[in-house]
């Protein structure tokens, strides 16, 4: 991370921190949040084109099949418990540090997502609606017009990808093994996010 000099806001991005143990003491922390059931698929197909030789979906949630068991060891499905992981994360941080965004609403309503953002960073709001416009092709909201430039910018190929079909009774399982997990959440940040 660079150093960062006076009036000057580093910002730093990875889904990994969320999980691991250094974290700077002084700071803000913004997480992204999205249906963890969602989230497992959309983590499975960007490793899945990283290693097309991947066993199935069901293969790596399941420890067991039959008895659906879930395996919480695979990463996939363990980020997305994000009550577990924000519990250890309370032990050293107050939720007045923290900052939730809903990655739905990112995508459906990104100028009031950034509107939060902002304020939560103390900055003015600057980015607004007029910044975005919904990309037909991408199936995303993409950016009028970057600063220093006179083109649209869409996030890249490994941004809204399609993901593989999972059949439906694996989605079902996942959800309900999610469900208490995502209530401890919502009661914990005080926010709905109408993953149920
Ligand atoms: N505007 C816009 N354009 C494209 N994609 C968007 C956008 N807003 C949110 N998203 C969602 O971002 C998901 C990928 O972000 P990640 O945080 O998973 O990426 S990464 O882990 O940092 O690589 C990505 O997940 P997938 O759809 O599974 O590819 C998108 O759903």
Redesign the pocket.
């Known amino acids: 991370m660079p150093r960062t000099l006076d009036g000057q806001i580093t910002m730093e ?3 990994s921190y969320f999980i691991t143990r250094e974290a700077p003491r002084s700071t803000k922390l913004i997480v ?1 949040v ?1 249906d963890p059931v ?2 497992a ?3 499975y ?2 490793t899945l084109t990283k290693n097309p030789g991947l066993p199935s979906f069901q293969n790596l949630a399941f420890k067991n099949s039959t008895t659906g068991l879930i395996d919480t060891s695979w990463s996939a499905v363990r980020i997305g418990i994000y009550a577990k992981h924000l519990e250890n994360w309370l032990r050293y941080f107050p939720l007045t540090q923290f900052l939730f965004v809903s ?1 739905e609403k ?2 459906t309503d ?1 100028a009031g997502e950034m509107g939060r953002v902002q304020d939560f960073l103390g900055l003015k709001r600057v980015v607004t609606n007029k910044h975005f416009y919904f990309n037909q092709t ?1 199936g ?3 950016l009028k017009k970057p600063e220093g430039s006179s083109r649209p910018r ?2 890249g190929k ?4 399609p ?1 593989p079909h999972i059949p439906a009774d694996v989605l079902h399982r996942l959800r309900d093994f999610y469900r208490p997990f995502n209530m401890k959440f919502y009661q914990m940040t005080g926010q709905d996010f109408g993953w149920d």
């Not at 490994?158 to 990808?161: D, V």
């Open positions: 991005k990875t889904p992204v999205r969602t989230r698929v959309s983590d197909t960007q990655g990112l995508v990104p991408k995303f909201p993409c869409c996030l490994s941004k809204g990808r993901h």
